[in-house]
């Protein structure tokens, strides 16, 4: 399975912002729909952003208005604005059907956000 890798992660203050990113190799993420979900301590990991072949896109409630997700050849960034606490998690992405990903999990990118 095709694992892809993200980067960008960091500690921030609450309100602040953080860009992530994430590539595979080949054509994987010009050619298929691309994800990023996050896993919190305890919490199961879910979805929060993904991104179609023909650029549309679509966000968990949680980050409506503060996330956005977009592609730029070979990597899909997430921008991360207004971080709160709670958006403390590891996060990751990966393609295919955002329900079932076709990928292997990689390592994901910690994202710590203080109060």
């Known amino acids: 399975q095709v694992q892809l890798v993200e980067s960008g992660g960091g500690l921030v203050q609450a309100g602040g912002s953080l860009r992530l990113s994430c590539v595979a190799s080949?054509?994987?993420?010009?050619?298929?729909?691309v994800h990023w979900h996050r896993q919190a301590p305890g919490k199961q990991r879910g979805m929060v952003a993904f991104?179609?072949?023909?650029?549309s896109t679509a966000y968990a409630d949680a980050v409506k208005g503060r996330f956005t997700i977009s592609r730029v050849r070979d990597v899909v960034y997430l921008q991360m604005n207004n971080l709160k606490p709670e958006d403390t998690a590891v996060y990751y992405c990966?393609?295919?059907?955002?329900?079932?990903?076709?990928?292997?999990w990689g390592q994901g990118t910690q994202v710590t956000v203080s109060s």
């Open positions: 991104i179609n072949i023909g650029g």
């Open positions: 990966n393609y295919g059907n955002p329900t079932s990903p076709w990928g292997s």
């Open positions: 080949g054509s994987i993420i010009s050619s298929n729909t």
